[in-house]
């Protein structure tokens, strides 16, 4: 028996469109998963961008803050350094112009007496009826820049102090 001539024709037809339309449903299946995989890292990159930059925006938010503490804390700082300098000034003029002058207590018994001086202070003394001895207004002022060096060394480590507390917090 022979087969009749339109049968292998239809055959061939038929096998060509039966495997093209599977490589259709295969290539369109396959396309559907990758686009929901594609869309899938897409939404897993949009979160993680939005978590980096909320991150970021709060750590600025923190420095911000920090840097608004620190320029606050180093302006009371600069205020009492200048205040302590311009009081340690007004102390110089004064012990200048003999204004004001130092004195020391004597100690009488070590001594064997008063060395000559009266034990009588003034009205204006703070330390009534002890011996007193008058500094050389120049030895005065190298006193008064020592204790003005010293001032200015505390008021800078509190500084240090402050920046350090604020910056381990």
């Known amino acids: ?15 060509a469109l039966g495997g093209w339309l599977a490589w259709s449903w295969q290539a369109n299946a396959y396309g559907k998963a990758l686009a929901e995989q594609a869309e899938a890292y897409s939404t897993d990159r949009e979160q993680a961008a939005t978590a980096v930059i909320n991150w970021q925006e709060t750590q600025q938010d923190a420095r911000r803050a920090l840097e608004d503490r620190l320029q606050t804390s180093d302006e009371t700082h600069y205020k009492e350094l200048r205040d ?18 130092l004195s020391a207590l004597l100690n009488a018994t070590a001594s064997g007496g008063s060395c000559g001086l009266p034990a009588t202070a003034s009205a204006s003394g703070v330390v009534h009826g002890a011996a007193r001895g008058e500094l050389d207004p120049a030895a005065a002022q190298r006193i008064v820049a020592i204790a003005g060096d010293g001032d200015q060394g505390l008021i800078a480590l509190a500084a240090c102090q402050d920046h350090v507390r604020m910056l381990s917090h």
């Not at 340690?88 to 004001?100: E, F, K, N, S």
Request: proline share 6%; net charge positive; no cysteine.
């Open 1 to 15: 028996m022979r087969a009749p001539g339109w049968l292998l024709p239809a055959l061939v037809l038929g096998l």
């Open 84 to 101: 302590e300098q311009a009081k340690q000034g007004r102390l110089r003029d004064r012990l200048a112009t003999a204004d004001l002058r």
